[in-house]
């Protein structure tokens, strides 16, 4: 089955520094990948959509100039948190669509921890 | 709007039982109705998923969900519940788009 690989798996940083999360699809092509972010004890908040080759879309309330999207090529999409702060602490995940897979088929990367002390 | 209910916060059950976990939704337009399966500290799982045809569904794991239009729901169900179910559930629906809106997530615990 299509898998989605991220790194780092959990990334400890100081507060004020930038943290970059990268997303791969490893045996297909995403034309699409999507950023999420999960609260503990909490659903999924969708916070782009990142499309190979343009710029991301983000969700409401989602600031774009602190969750920087860069879905450079169509295997990888990166997830910048610019200047993180405490409050930025959160489960990440990703997920790519294999358009291959069937209507809106999307597969999960294992998640990223990130603690800003 | 678009949006998914899972009432239940936890639903504790035997080993070897039925499970259900309750999904309802409310779309305008005919859904897509999505479950996932979260472990500890892991991204999601793809259980299964309605498209079209069928109401009954069959995933992965012995799971199964039945997609009822009149009542707008997606349960998920077990016909014999094992240990190692015990897990976060996430019911999840589109329309018409990528966009995935998930519901809040049901945790099961099953009991030896």
């Known amino acids: 089955g299509a898998v989605v690989s991220q790194h780092p798996s959990w990334v400890i940083c100081k507060s004020g520094t930038s943290v970059k999360i990268e997303c791969r699809s490893l045996?297909?092509?995403?034309?699409?990948m999507f950023w999420y972010r999960q609260f503990p004890k909490q659903s999924l908040m969708l916070m782009a959509t990142s499309n190979e080759g343009s710029k991301a879309t983000y969700e409401q309330g989602v600031e774009k100039d602190k969750f920087l999207i860069n879905h450079a090529s169509l295997t990888l999409s990166t997830l910048t948190v610019t200047s993180a702060h405490p409050e930025d602490s959160s489960f990440y995940i990703c997920?790519?669509?294999?358009?291959?897979?069937?209507?809106?088929?999307?597969?999960f990367g294992p998640g990223t921890r990130l603690t800003v002390l | 709007a678009q949006s998914v209910a899972q009432p239940e916060d936890q639903v504790n059950v035997a080993e070897g039982n039925p499970l259900t976990v309750k999904c309802t939704y409310s779309v305008s337009g005919n859904p897509y109705l999505f479950w996932y399966v979260q472990y500890p500290n892991r991204g999601l799982q793809f259980l299964l998923k309605?498209?079209?045809?069928?109401?009954l569904v069959k995933g992965s794991y012995g799971f199964e969900a039945e997609f009822n239009k009149s009542q707008t729901s997606f349960h998920l169900k077990k016909p014999s519940a094992l240990v190692s179910d015990s897990a976060l559930y996430f019911c999840?629906?589109?329309?018409?788009?990528?966009?995935?809106?998930f519901g809040t997530g049901t945790r099961l615990q099953v009991f030896p």
């Open positions: 309605y498209i079209t045809g069928d109401n």
């Open positions: 999840a629906v589109s329309v018409n788009t990528d966009k995935l809106i």
């Open positions: 045996d297909f092509q995403a034309t699409t």
């Open positions: 997920s790519a669509r294999d358009p291959s897979g069937g209507y809106n088929e999307q597969f």
